[in-house]
């Protein structure tokens, strides 16, 4: 193997990354700045419309002048674009509607396989789990409001909303609003799984077992 070759080929590859990053290589410099746009727009289209078209464009133009990304694939580009974001962004409603469509991405892609539920148990399971899937997530607004309340809550600093993000046994993602009873439900679990007692009421664990935040199948 040539080396030199090797390293040439190398320093002229970061060369040409450096002139792109500094809008000098057209038109490739414009066209990564599009299909990057196109990525930022399919994977965050709430993100998106929220921000507006030019401070997103400002913002990945300062991605690549300033921050960069260190791996090309979507996912990974994706990811690095959030990073970038996150302390970009002032208080409000951005960075949490950036995190959460990253959120549904991530529990998408998730390669853990979600047990069927078993809709003919006609015992009470003794032994349940998460959801493997399961992400949580808390967010000054509901997610589900209008513009207008969303910007009550703001105002008014209003108590975080909370919610489980999670992929069910036929790979649909789905994003559950959480109760006071839920989060101390789940919050129960130790390492993903618990046992059920006697004396426990078996409504809400019915609730959770139809909803799928939980399981009482163990796939590894």
Not at 80 to 86: I, L, P, S, Y
Not at 92 to 108: K, S
Request: aromatic share 10%; charged share 25%; glycine share 4%.
């Amino acid at each position: 193997m040539n080396t030199r070759i090797a390293l040439d080929a190398a320093s002229e590859a970061e060369r040409r990354c450096q002139a792109v990053r500094r809008g000098e290589l057209d038109p490739y410099g414009e066209l990564v700045r599009v299909n990057a746009q196109e990525l930022v727009t399919t994977m965050f289209p709430r993100f998106t419309q929220y921000r507006g078209d030019e401070c997103l464009r400002q913002d990945i133009d300062a991605f690549y002048k300033c921050f960069g990304a260190t791996r090309a694939e979507f996912i990974h580009l994706a990811t690095e674009f959030v990073r970038f974001m996150q302390p970009r962004l002032p208080q409000g409603i951005g960075r949490p509607l950036i995190e959460y469509e990253w959120m549904l991405f991530d529990v998408e892609v998730d390669k853990t396989p979600v047990p069927r539920p078993d809709r003919q148990q006609t015992r009470r399971p003794t032994h349940v789990y998460l959801n493997p899937t399961m992400r949580w997530l808390a967010t000054p607004f509901d997610l589900y409001a209008d513009d207008q309340q969303t910007a009550r809550a703001l105002l008014n600093h209003d108590a975080p909303y909370a919610y489980a993000i999670f992929r069910t046994f036929d790979h649909r993602v789905m994003t559950q609003r959480l109760s006071n009873q839920d989060i101390a439900a789940l919050s129960s679990f130790t390492d993903g799984e618990r046992l059920i007692s006697p004396e426990e009421s078996a409504h809400w664990f019915t609730h959770a077992l139809a909803h799928e935040l939980i399981t009482s199948h163990h796939e590894h």
